[in-house]
């Protein structure tokens, strides 16, 4: 099977040459990823109480996987252009937004302590608790539409969207300090469902998704 593939464009909307007008090389692209990356992971480090190891590991996946995201997220026969200030940056359709998500799901689980993700289907739901739920149903469809149309900017979209869905539910249900036991086993469910779908889609596109960020 033969796919047609875009050209990757400069900020300018030119083919992505260096100022010599030779091609760029690979290599060099992910340096520069992992290097501005790991600026990104060490302001958040603090805060985090990452160690100097976990920065430049975290800046290591955060950087590689900025580069593969900005490359699969884009339809293979669209041109797209190479910006890595976008790839790197916290907001909008990045991979980092998404390890972002996957890390503070992974924090609420840790703080969870004894309590555990335990479905309660007779539990009304809040709406951004069904919307979250019914983008987590369709996961394995959109799998198998994927595979057989070999189009990973659709995983990826649904990775995204599967982030803005679980940020508007993070922002409108408490999690921890939800109503009752039964509410907060059945988000703390939500939390874990979200949190391994995330990683195993961003596995699928090669990409890490650290505990801590």
């Given amino acids: 099977m033969q796919l047609a593939f875009g050209t990757v464009l400069g900020k300018d909307g030119k083919p992505f040459k260096t100022r010599e007008g030779e091609t760029v090389r690979l290599v060099d692209l992910l340096d520069e990823a992992i290097g501005r990356a790991t600026d990104v992971v060490r302001e958040k480090a603090e805060k985090v109480g990452l160690s100097e190891q976990e920065i430049v590991e ?6 590689i996987g900025a ?12 041109d797209y ?12 359709d990045t991979s980092v937004y ?3 998500a996957y890390a503070r799901i992974r924090s609420i ?8 993700p335990v479905a309660h289907p007779e539990l009304a ?11 987590l149903d369709q996961f394995g469809e959109m799998l198998h ?5 070999y189009e990973p900017h659709k995983l990826a979209a649904y990775l995204y969207q599967l982030s803005s869905h679980f940020t508007t539910f993070y922002d409108q249900c408490p999690v921890l300090k939800a109503e009752g036991e039964a509410a907060v086993e059945n988000r703390l469910f939500l939390c874990d469902l979200t949190a391994r779908t995330l990683h195993q889609g961003m596995a699928l596109l090669g990409i890490r998704t650290p505990e801590r960020l």
């Fill in 58 to 63: 975290n800046g290591r996946y955060v950087g």
């Fill in 125 to 135: 739901l809040a709406p951004a608790e069904r919307a979250l739920g019914l983008h």
């Fill in 67 to 78: 580069v593969k995201y900005a490359d699969l997220s884009t339809s293979a026969i669209r």
């Fill in 109 to 116: 689980l840790r703080k969870a302590g004894e309590a555990k």
């Fill in 145 to 149: 539409e994927v595979a057989g149309a």
């Fill in 98 to 100: 998404l390890q972002y």
């Fill in 81 to 92: 252009k190479f910006d890595l200030d976008q790839m790197v940056s916290l907001n909008g």
